[in-house]
């Protein structure tokens, strides 16, 4: 019992340590390739951006300046600094054609309120605010792991006793059953 309790035991921790290293090498990985997506994304977000100020429209302005917040949420998830410098990047555009961007945009509201979050305010303090929010909703969501890991692992122990049980007393049955037949075998050779 002690053998099979032992070894289930030991598979559980295997698999949780095999687990936390594939996380670990996985982080490694993923810090890297997030530098090298600020710039691919900075870019991408500011051709967007020329894209809707050359076409002097004002609604897809809009979603684009909506995805940037996105894009902003996503880098702190994985990178707070490289939030940090994909907002300073993105400034620095919306800085530069702040003028064009208001010919064509300036009596809308939703426009102007969304280049003013992004570029009145500091690229520590845009990401701070959002990183607030989305850490609210990350712990949120780690203790929500943690507690559903830790449902999984007394299930398992629970299990795993519950195996343990079965086969200590599925022996004593037998041994009940093997002593029983001894003893009738034995009462049988002295004739009683």
Known sequence: MKKILFAVMAMVAIGFTACNNKT????????????????????AT?????????????TKLQEVLASIKEKIAEFIKTNPDAAKEYVAKVQ?????????????AGENAAVASAVAAIT??????VVSGLLEQVGDAATDAKDAAVDAVNE????????AEDKANEVKDAAK??????????ADAAKKGLGL
């Open 152 to 159: 999984k692992v007394d299930e398992a122990k629970q299990a």
């Open 24 to 43: 670990q090498q996985g982080e490694a990985t993923d810090s890297t390739e997030v530098a090298i997506n600020v710039d691919d994304e900075a870019n």
């Open 120 to 125: 009145d305010v500091e690229p520590d303090a």
């Open 173 to 182: 049955e037998k041994a009940a059953g093997a002593i029983d037949g001894a």
């Open 46 to 58: 500011i051709s967007a951006l020329t894209e809707q100020i050359e076409a002097k429209d004002a």
């Open 92 to 104: 620095g555009f919306l800085k530069e054609n702040a003028d064009k961007i208001k010919a064509f």
